[in-house]
């Protein structure tokens, strides 16, 4: 059972603390990362994947320090907010480099291109997609090595109301299949419908971790507002 563990979580850059002290847990199904602009979720999921280093704490995939896993990309997908794609190579180029150079087969290029529905524009160079296409193909990247735990930043971005329907079925197959999702996001609304945990930081630290529908009886947005509203930071 794949689970992610954030222990005393602190991030410093100078003099402002973005993450301070935090600690959670997250296990199988889908759960959100939920926080006001700057509470500290892009820099968390940042040290989750490896890319920065925390000032103290840990943060774990399945016990292990991302750069410890022995197969990052089969045991964590991930889908970061402006991903850059070279607007030159076509999306299915895009995916057989990544697969590649993480030693997994090409034929799960076209297998994710079909999962995603990108199949018809696999040929069709990245420069000229949508956001909402962009977004699917950092999906498709995400899932190339079929790994059992899920990162996603803000997905909903740039996705209309079909492209967000479409997210949250996937989604929910992804859960049903016994993996962990986590999916940020800065309005808990747009994650209402998906999601069956949250965990809500503000100024940095956890205001709430739990089932989403112990959060519901005032209605979300009032319960929003007032776990994150009144922060110190
Ligand atoms: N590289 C950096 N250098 C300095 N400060 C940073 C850096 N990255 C983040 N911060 C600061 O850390 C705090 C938390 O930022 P972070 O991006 O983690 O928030 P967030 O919850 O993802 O916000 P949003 O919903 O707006 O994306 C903010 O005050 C931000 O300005």
Excluded: C
Aim: charged share 20%.
């Amino acid at each position: 059972m794949s689970h992610v563990t954030v222990t005393g979580l602190t991030k410093r850059f100078d003099a402002v603390e973005a993450v301070s002290d935090l600690s959670f847990e997250v296990t199988p199904g889908i759960t959100g990362f939920l926080g006001p602009n700057g509470a500290g979720k892009t820099t968390t999921l940042r040290i989750l994947l490896g890319l920065i280093r925390p000032t103290a704490g840990t943060a774990t995939i399945d016990g292990k320090r991302y750069a410890d896993l022995p197969h990052p990309r089969r045991a964590v997908g991930a889908v970061l907010e402006a991903t850059g794609f070279h607007p030159g190579r076509t999306a299915r180029q895009h995916l057989l480099i990544l697969a590649t150079g993480s030693g997994l087969p090409a034929a799960r290029v076209d297998e994710v291109l079909d999962q995603i529905g990108l199949a018809a524009d696999a040929g069709r160079r990245v420069g000229g997609f949508s956001l909402g296409m962009r977004q699917r193909l950092g999906l498709a990247a995400a899932l190339l090595g079929d790994p059992a735990v899920l990162i996603l930043d803000e997905p909903a971005n740039g996705l209309d109301p079909a492209g967000m329907a479409w997210l949250r079925k996937l989604l929910r197959e992804q859960a049903d299949q016994g993996r962990t999702v986590l999916i940020s996001s800065h309005v808990l609304a747009e994650v209402a419908q998906t999601v069956d945990r949250v965990i809500v930081i503000s100024g940095g630290r956890l205001r709430y971790s739990g089932a989403l529908d112990r959060l519901a009886g005032d209605g979300l947005e009032s319960a929003f507002l007032r776990l994150t509203e009144e922060a110190p930071r």
